[in-house]
């Protein structure tokens, strides 16, 4: 049997509805006593009209009476304890079209379309706006909440100063627990000092996009309390947080240093809650390692291909002697203002690593022009040079000068001029040079030079005058001027060549 008014199968005797309370003695054919103790059956006749009556009738209806004694009237609707006869089950009874069978599918139905209607009313109402500003508490309405837990704010406000943990509640009064992440910036006015709670709960965030500023903030407990899933730390200025530091440890616990972003590990280790081998298998901190490892190489051992390459922090380096090696890729020295030994002239005075010139380079024109502090000139690597023109002019404060290789040199003019500390020169060859002006000009320390082949020379002005402590006997029969005419061979010894020579 099926209640007339929900349609809920019926297996057992009731004269109610289980489910919705329907009387359902009109249908199961109940008798009531006529006075005289006699009782009646409900006719086949009855049960037809009442199945008829059933399935025709609205779901509003009210219960209908069968005919009996007037005066047991309210015995029959249950009033006293009478027990009803025995019922009479009526075969089948025809469901109304429109019935719903399951309720449960009611129920599902109706809260999917109230979840659509609210998704799609708001969808429609989240606008994306540029600013929030939350001057007081009474500026979290329903409609700002729903923006910035929605990211559908490019920057949030805040101005009021104070908790944001919900004392009654033990909730976020601001950012909502299923929160997964902050896109838009925080900020923080300046009458703000206490942020405790912040992100209080949130437990499903994982990241916030953009620092902020905390210089204000003096208070901060609970800040990143059961933010279990978060792996990025925007705050990093900290330094006037007095309890900041036992925030970070605790925040520690649910943080999986493992994923820990790059941003984050740094200032964590900058703060020294944590150390750097508890960052072991971070793979972002171990990449940043790498990466700054290759930095320290390359500003060791930099390699200059252009001007660009000439930076404040590499002329430090030049001048402090805080490198390792030094290549040059392009040729810096035909224009002294390029040349980042001249830059520093006034303050370099050693160097203690070596110094290579790359194989395209072809010329060493003022390498060390005008270093007068430099006491010693390092090792030199280099291809085929022709140029060495002002390479060591005005170093008068070296001694000496290591070995070069000179073998492809054409131009050697004012090579050595003003070394006015140097006794002693290497023997390098001079067999292709074709000029010698001004050489040794000035060099009043130099007592001897070895023996130069000069025949290919065609001008050598003033080669050694100023050296003053040179002596002529020094010199082999191979240094001639041919220009004394003769045969060539005779020893003689021009005046501007020799000015202020010492005789034997």
């Not at 489910?19 to 199961?28: F, K, N, P, Q, V």
């Not at 006075?35 to 009209?49: A, R």
């Not at 100063?161 to 009654?168: K, Y």
């Not at 370099?348 to 000139?377: H, P």
């Amino acid at each position: 049997m099926f209640c007339y008014k929900c349609g809920f199968e019926i297996k057992e005797q009731f004269n109610f509805c289980p489910r919705c309370g329907a009387d359902l003695r009109m249908l199961t054919g109940v008798s009531s006593s006529d006075g005289s103790g006699g009782e009646s059956t409900v006719s086949e006749k009855d049960q037809k009209n009442a199945a008829t009556a059933s399935s025709e009738a609205d779901l509003n209806t009210k219960p209908q009476t069968v005919s009996g004694s007037e005066k047991n009237k309210d015995d029959f609707f249950g009033k006293y304890s009478a027990k009803p006869a025995p019922a009479v089950q009526i075969k089948y009874i025809k469901r109304p079209k429109f019935f719903i069978t399951d309720p449960a599918r009611k129920t599902s139905d109706s809260a999917a379309a109230k979840k659509e209607k609210q998704s799609t009313a708001s969808a429609a109402a989240l606008t994306p706006v540029d600013e929030i500003v939350l001057d007081s508490r009474n500026d979290l309405t329903e409609e700002n909440l729903r923006l910035i837990n929605a990211n559908a704010v490019k920057k949030l406000v805040i101005g009021f100063n104070g908790s944001f943990i919900n004392q009654e509640t033990h909730t976020n009064i601001l950012f909502s627990a299923e929160l997964k992440k902050i896109d838009f910036k925080i900020e923080l006015k300046e009458n703000v000092t206490d942020i405790s709670g912040l992100f209080f709960g949130c437990l499903n965030l994982a990241s916030i996009a953009h620092k902020i500023d905390v210089k204000n903030i003096t208070c901060a407990n609970y800040l990143f309390f059961n933010c279990i899933n978060l792996k990025g730390l925007p705050l990093i200025n900290f330094s006037r947080i007095p309890n900041i530091k036992t925030e970070i440890k605790e925040l520690l616990f649910h943080l999986n240093l493992r994923e820990l972003e790059l941003p984050t590990a740094l200032a964590l280790l900058e703060l020294e809650v944590i150390s750097s081998s508890n960052l072991h298998a971070n793979s972002a901190y171990q990449r940043y390692l790498e990466e700054q490892k290759q930095k320290e190489y390359e500003a060791e051992n930099p390699v200059l291909t252009s001007a660009n390459d000439i930076t404040a922090d590499l002329l430090d380096r030049i001048a402090e002697d805080r490198l390792k090696s030094l290549t040059f890729k392009t040729d810096f020295f035909t224009n002294t203002e390029d040349n980042p030994f001249y830059m520093v002239r006034d303050r370099l005075t050693s160097i203690s690593y070596s110094v290579t010139i790359d194989q395209s380079v072809t010329t060493l024109r003022n390498l060390f022009y005008g270093c007068s502090l430099l006491e010693k000139i390092p090792a030199l690597n280099y291809g085929e040079i022709t140029d060495f023109s002002y390479a060591f002019c005005g170093c008068s404060s070296i001694t000496a000068v290591p070995l070069l290789n000179t073998a492809k040199a054409v131009n050697m003019a004012s090579m050595f001029k003003d070394c006015s500390s140097m006794t002693s020169v290497p023997k390098f060859s001079t067999d292709t040079v074709e000029n010698m002006d001004y050489m040794f000009y000035n060099c009043s320390a130099l007592t001897s030079i070895p023996n130069f082949t000069i025949t290919n020379v065609k001008t050598k002005k003033q080669m050694l005058t100023g050296c003053s402590s040179l002596k002529t006997t020094s010199y082999s029969n191979s240094l001639y001027d041919s220009s004394r005419g003769g045969d060539g061979k005779t020893i003689g010894f021009l005046d501007a060549i020799f000015t202020g020579l010492k005789s034997k």
